[in-house]
């Protein structure tokens, strides 16, 4: 089992930036992909931005530019560095893993943006 727990939600209002980091513990070895996804009430998860250990990275088209996904090896850690956030960046972000063909969640940290 991978257990991940996200960290550096909050209010932050339109222009703003916020952290988010996600450490990975427990059997971490195999972990390829890490990366964030998020989701609004009603609408269902969708892609933020994910990296590999190697570091190749994909992003969603709204956030290209914004966001920025990096990674610690060594920490078994992600982050993702959002900058200029709009209002429809509120979500809850959720941090994932994937082990061989299994998706691991974090429990998710809301994000508001708002003035």
């Known amino acids: 089992q991978v257990q991940l727990v996200e960290s550096g939600g909050g209010l932050v209002q339109p222009g703003g930036s916020l952290r988010l980091s996600c450490a990975a513990s427990?059997?971490?070895?195999?972990?390829?992909?890490m990366g964030w996804y998020r989701q609004v009430p009603g609408k269902q998860r969708e892609l933020v931005a994910v990296i590999t250990t190697s570091g190749t990275t994909n992003y969603a088209d709204s956030v290209k530019g914004r966001f920025t996904i990096s990674r610690a090896n060594l920490k078994n850690t992600v982050y993702l560095q959002m900058n200029s956030l709009k209002p429809e960046d509120t979500a809850v972000y959720y941090c994932t893993a994937r082990k061989y063909s299994i998706n691991y969640w974090g429990q998710g940290t809301q994000v508001t943006v708002s003035s």
């Open positions: 427990g059997s971490i070895f195999g972990i390829n992909t």
